[in-house]
Every structure is written in structure tokens, then in C-alpha cells.
């Protein structure tokens, strides 16, 4: 059987007239959780289900202000040697979002640089503000289809966002917007589980990324193009990137195979931009093909500054042409 040491031999209560210190941090710390746990059930601004969230203490290792109910970026790579953590009262480092894929929770009060406070990592949360459209309309073949985005990322600037992959799962949501209001995006409400066993974000062949510097990156893949009759080898995209174009509104990314002068184990692989879903237009029988990698669609925020609403991968794993497209043996 385990030991179990009662809290009233480890904190013991002062009787009045008793001469008094100052808390260990412990205990300190152990009050202000109940007194934040007794704000979350009883205050209607936090509207976070009690019982049904996973909350740490996280150290703004920043000099921003972490901000209530934004994104927070778990800082895994802080933790060293240098930064002993003490297991009785334990915290982890946290700044403001700048990998939109890392792992993330929501800030449950403002944390000052150099300061702690609560984030919830896990359970349900209600997001009063998140952008995008739900549903949205992709298609590679010409033909509109229904395409729910069921995650929400956080963006950069601190703002969430609707995308078809990510960490947080869409449980409801409500649009606000019926339509643009000047050149501001539709926008919406949502309820969301934070961290899901299903929650992911796609990094394999063919994955497309917003670098933040106008540019889109695609990660390298495979294809089923030979590159020789007796050769296991195949034609392969490089990593790369695409520039993004604001002509073109949404715009698409296409993994492009031209054809040489060597016949047909003659391949060459690029990712463009364009602004068709099927990319017919680049296409040219016997010597061009294409196949659909991303969706990217934009908008104008308030500020006037062109930046990206989402991003939505449609395709996952190798590319074969094989299934679209009639190749001579």
C-alpha cells in the first residue's frame, strides 16, 4: 500500500495570536489554483467547461504579453539544464504563436513577460472569434464538392482560423458574417476540443505550408512517372517553393510534369501557382500534366495587408498520374 501523508500535516492551519510567515510557494500557488478554478466555474467570460479541460501553469518566456483567450506556442525547446523544474510545483515555458503547427493551448488570463499563468492545452473551449468559411468549395476535377473544414489553427498575428487540418477539432460552430463587410473575411464562432487523439497536422509528400513571406513551401515527393525501363527510379519533386499570387483569389498549387525529349521515361517536376482547381489550363495531352496539391485562399484584413484565411491540402502521399491520366507503356 502507498503512504499517504494527510494536507493538513504538510500545510498547517495559523490559530489566532500565533506569530505568522509568509506561504511557501507551494501552498501560495496551490491557493490561487483554487481560486482560478472557482473563477472558471463562476464567471461567464470564461467559457471553458469546468471539469471537462486540461489546464498548465505556463512562464511567459517572451516580451510579449500573452493575451487571454489567444494562442499560446508551448516552448519545448526552452527546457534545458539551466532550467531545473521543480516536480512539486510544476510549469512550462510558452510565447506568443510563431510556427502555426506547433503545440498550443489558450490563455486563460493575461501573462506578462516574465510572469506565469494558466493555459488550457486540452478539453473544451468556445472561440468568440474564428475566420474563414465553413464549408468551403474545393474541386480537382472542375466540379463543386462540399469540403468541411473541421480544425482551427492559430494564426501569427493571434488570430484563429478555420483549416481542414490542426490541433484543435471543430465540436460547433455558428457564422456571423453572412457576408463580407468591406474587406473584412466572414467570420464565425466555434466550440472546439483542444489537442484530440485525431487532431493532426499533415507533413508527408506533397505538403503545402504559408512560409509568412509571401511565399507558399511544398514539401518534396514521389510520383509514379519511371525514369527508365530498367531503372527503379522515379521522377521526384524537391522540396520548393510557389509564390504567392494576390491576383489570384483563391489560388491553387499544382505539381506540373512536362514531358522532355527522351520519350516517355523523361520527366521533369515543378509546383506553380494557378488559379483553376483542375489546372486544365496548364495541361496539354502528351506533354503536360497536372495534379492539384493545395487550395489557398486569401483575403485583405483590416489593416490592409494581404494574408492568408487558410490553406487546404488536397493531396496526401505520393502523386500518381497513373490514376488520371493515360500513359503510353
Known sequence: MYNVTPTSNIFKDVLPGEPWQPEPAARYNAVN?????????????LTAVAGNQCCINVFNTSNRLLDFRKAVQID?????????INLSDPYVCGKPVEDEECFWGIALENIPPGKAGMVQIAGVFSLPEVWGVRPSQISYNGNPEPFYQNYINPRKDGAFELNNRGRARVLWWQTTRK???GNLPKAGRAVVLLNTPDSYI???MFAVKDNGNGNLFVKGGLTDLALGIFSDKVATLEDSEVS???HNDPMYVHLVATKGNGG???WTLKAVNGFTANGMDMYHPGQTMVWPLARYNSATDYNGHY???NLIQIQYGPVNFRERY????
Open 202 to 204: 499533415y507533413d508527408g
Open 244 to 246: 504567392i499570387n494576390p
Open 264 to 266: 516517355i521515361y523523361d
Open 76 to 84: 519545448t525547446d526552452f527546457a534545458g539544464p539551466e532550467n531545473l
Open 179 to 181: 457576408e463580407n463587410q
Open 33 to 45: 489554483e483554487l481560486l482560478r478554478q472557482e473563477n472558471n466555474i463562476n464567471s461567464a467570460h
Open 307 to 309: 494574408s492568408p484565411v
Open 326 to 329: 493515360y500513359l503510353e507503356q
